[in-house]
């Protein structure tokens, strides 16, 4: 399907003062056909009395076709089932009165600002969603498509990583549609059709990365081994997503402008596992450094004392003084030395 774009219709303002003139002139043809025709008798004026009537019986029908957009709105428009185009620019237009507008996605509420509740609880929660009700009873559901940029923010999904842990993650996604036509022809619900593809894709590409970084895990599909993670390429993966969505939506006339990560975390059935793990890991990564550097210390305290000749010490006192200076260095707590006194020997 084909978008179609009408812009030979900015003539609503002259048919509205020509229909509102053809109704005067239908008021006084109904007042004139009453004094000559039924008061005198004359047919003439029966015969303007009933064209008259007729205008205001039925030439209400051609104010249906007086449409009216804002900026970033959109109709499409059918004709007996045939689609005739869409209004895509702010103005003031007239259409054939027949032509009916077509969105059906008009009634679907995704979660995004203005379609859910806040969240709040209580009497305010209750009256807002009394008040909201009400007014949504007394709206007519409008049949204009909006061209502005909108954000979608489905619910958390609980997914496997590559390496089987589940994690928790929630993206927000800022689309708009492009193609009305696409929109409102190629798939039954344009805004459901959305939110599905959205919950697919994050769940093929969250599959392909670790949480973490992870040995021997290829997420480029090149056959190397990388260092891809959902924590540390929170970057790369929302692009990946964005790209995922945007070639399933590109043939419902839907562009994603971009995609973002609002929330990534393990699963609670796991968290505190990880937690520790990610303590222990750290610990260790700790211990590692102070060793290292303990060990540097005590090759450079051996390397200045023989080179200034301070003190002259056999392997056995050496070792004796390696493992003192390593318990110094490398203990939790301050040394409580025991000062010797006496000879060495």
């Known amino acids: 399907m084909k978008e ?21 002139a239908a008021v006084a043809l109904m007042v004139a056909g009453g004094i000559f025709g039924i008061d005198r008798g004359a047919p003439w004026g029966v015969a303007l009395f009933v064209i008259g009537v007729l205008w205001i019986s039925l030439g209400w029908i051609l104010f249906l076709g007086l449409k009216v957009l804002k900026p970033q709105e959109a109709l499409v428009l059918t004709l007996f089932g045939n689609y005739v185009g869409t209004l895509k620019e702010e103005g003031f237009y007239y ?20 379609d859910v509740d806040g969240g709040g609880g209580g009497s305010a929660a209750a009256l807002n969603m ?22 979608l923010s489905n619910s958390r999904q609980k997914i496997n990583d590559c390496l089987g842990n589940p994690v928790e993650i929630g993206i927000a996604v800022i689309w708009r549609v492009v193609d009305t036509a696409k929109a409102v022809f190629n798939v039954d619900n344009y805004k459901e059709y959305l939110s599905l593809q959205c919950d697919s894709a994050v769940r ?18 090149d056959g190397v081994a990388d260092e891809g993670s959902l924590r540390g390429s929170s970057e790369l993966v929302a692009r990946r997503i964005r790209d995922e969505i945007q070639e399933k939506v590109g043939e419902a006339g839907i562009e994603i402008i971009e995609a973002r990560i609002t929330y990534l975390a393990y699963a609670p059935e796991i968290a505190a596992v990880m937690l520790q793990r990610q303590q222990a890991s750290a610990i260790i990564d700790a211990r590692k450094m102070i060793v290292d550097g303990a060990v540097g210390m005590v090759e450079m305290a051996l390397e200045r004392l023989n080179e200034n000749g ?7 006192r050496k070792a004796a003084m390696v493992s003192n200076l390593l318990v110094v260095l490398c203990g939790n707590r301050d040394a409580q030395p025991v000062v ?4 060495l020997y």
């Open 4 to 24: 179609q774009i009408l812009n030979n219709k900015k003539n609503g303002m002259a048919m509205l003062l020509l229909l509102l003139l053809a109704s005067l």
């Open 95 to 114: 259409v054939n009165p027949f032509c009916v507008a077509v969105n059906p996605a008009a009634k679907t509420k995704l979660n995004q600002s203005g």
């Open 130 to 151: 009394m008040l909201t009700g009400q007014a949504q009873a007394m709206e007519v559901t409008s049949k204009k498509i909006s061209l502005k940029a909108m954000t």
């Open 204 to 221: 093929n590409i969250v599959r392909i990365y670790p949480y973490d970084v992870a040995p021997n895990v290829d997420t480029t599909g």
């Open 310 to 316: 301070v003190v002259q010490l056999d392997e056995e």
């Open 340 to 343: 010797n006194s006496g000879s």
